[in-house]
């Protein structure tokens, strides 16, 4: 199996794991990061959140059997993570969120976005 397939069936696996933790224990994912814990109220949508995760999840570990039939799905990640980065830094450099809450998000948007982009299988004519 190539690299690249494994990249996406681990960035898969990454996604249902945030997402079932949304889902099922909101609370204390954000607690363990180190965020303050929102009012139950904010479950909801972080709930609706978790439903994305998990169903991109899954497509990429089904899109990991032919990446190049399903490139959309990769560039739509890239700029999933793309935001990401650019919320990270946004909020960081406003002060709101600190480094030490950001920088492992940051960094992982970052990875991912460059694999994803380097990595991925070149189409032949």
């Known amino acids: 199996m190539t690299k690249f397939k494994w ?3 681990i960035i898969g696996a990454i ?3 945030l997402g079932v933790m ?3 224990a909101p609370g204390f994912l954000l607690q363990s990061m180190g965020h303050s814990v929102p009012n139950p109220d904010v ?3 972080l709930g609706m959140l978790a439903s994305r995760f998990i169903a991109y999840g899954i497509a990429f570990i089904y899109i990991s059997s032919d990446p190049l039939k399903h490139k959309l ?3 739509i990640m890239i700029l999933i993570q793309a935001i990401d980065l650019g919320a990270g830094v946004f909020y960081t450099a ?3 969120v600190p480094i030490s809450l950001s920088g492992f998000p940051i960094f992982n948007a970052i990875w991912m976005m460059a694999l994803l982009y380097f990595w991925q299988p070149k189409q032949t004519a």
């Open 7 to 9: 990249l996406l069936r």
């Open 15 to 17: 996604q249902i794991i």
């Open 43 to 45: 479950y909801y949508p």
């Open 94 to 96: 406003m002060g709101i």
């Open 73 to 75: 799905w990769v560039t």
């Open 22 to 24: 949304y889902l099922l």
